[in-house]
């Protein structure tokens, strides 16, 4: 019988562990060597990754049926929001061909296709231009997770700024990322609580970072550019989002946004 696991299938595809093992040169973001990792090495690196995820998912206004995410790698919020909203169409950008067609796959598998529409561009090229841009607007919901950091607060303001004005009223954004720690003190904390929950999946952060790919800057991207809570907000409001929220935190990690 048809193996219909896409995971497994891209397995086979790279045949041995060795290979997978590989550090390759990635995109920021990407994380992972090959996108076929992404998805449980995330999860060992992040602790409560389905959380945060299922926090934006709850947020997006329940009739949603045009969503827009930015940064979608391997398809994992997509897939969550395209189950729980029957009605949704999503526009998913990523300027990864190779986590796009991971996801494309998962997507397909699961039986979304005609409702996932991917679009392969650079966040910050839409942000700064592209008046042409393939992506539409009149969005219900813009939702991203793990990618905006990667932009300089400069970006991410005029990115904020695009989202805003591509949202239709009563729209809202979810935003999933790290932000700055207060204190170096803090960061440490969150490196033990990291720690700790890599060995509660049955890892070790070691053995999750052999899985980790290098990157060098790539379009409007870099590694991370961290800001804190108090800048985003100060960002989204800057934007016209009103009013700004945070309905999760979790050490680093935070989902933040605004309405329209
Ligand atoms: C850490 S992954 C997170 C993927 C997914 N949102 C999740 O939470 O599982 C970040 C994704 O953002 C994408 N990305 C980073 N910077 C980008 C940019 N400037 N334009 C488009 N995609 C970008 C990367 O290719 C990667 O797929």
Redesign the pocket.
């Known amino acids: 019988m048809e193996n219909l696991n896409p995971e497994s299938n891209l397995r086979n595809f790279f045949d041995s562990q060795d290979l997978l093992l590989e550090k390759q040169n990635i ?5 992972f060597s090959h996108p076929v990792n ?1 998805d449980t090495g ?1 999860r060992h690196l992040l602790p409560r990754y389905d959380e945060m ?1 299922d926090v934006i998912v709850r947020c997006v206004p329940k009739n949603s049926d045009r969503i827009l995410e ?5 398809g ?2 997509s897939l969550k929001l395209l189950h729980k909203y029957p009605n949704a169409q999503i526009v998913a ?4 061909p190779r ?1 796009l067609e991971f996801a494309k796959t998962k997507i397909d598998a699961a039986g979304y296709t005609n409702r996932w529409t991917e679009i392969e ?4 090229e839409w942000a700064n231009n592209a008046d042409l841009s393939p992506i539409g607007d009149g969005f219900n919901a813009c939702v ?4 905006i950091h ?2 300089s607060d400069s970006m991410k303001l005029k990115l904020f700024q695009k989202i805003r004005k591509n949202l239709s009223y009563g729209g809202c954004f979810w935003n ?1 990322d790290p932000v700055l720690p207060a204190t170096t003190g803090l960061a440490e904390v969150f490196k033990e609580i990291q720690q700790e929950w890599a060995i509660s999946q049955g890892t070790t952060l070691a053995e999750v970072r052999a899985k980790m790919g290098t990157s060098n800057p790539h ?3 870099n590694q991370d550019q961290l800001a804190s809570l108090s800048a985003h907000l100060e960002m989204l409001t800057t934007a016209n989002f009103i009013p700004v929220a945070v309905p999760w935190k979790y050490y680093k990690y935070a989902v933040f946004g605004g309405f329209v």
């Open positions: 995109f920021p973001g990407e994380v992404f995330i995820l930015l940064g979608c790698g391997t994992e919020l950008v990523d300027y990864s986590m561009m650079d966040f910050g991203s997770s793990l990618a990667h932009l999933a379009g409007y991207s």
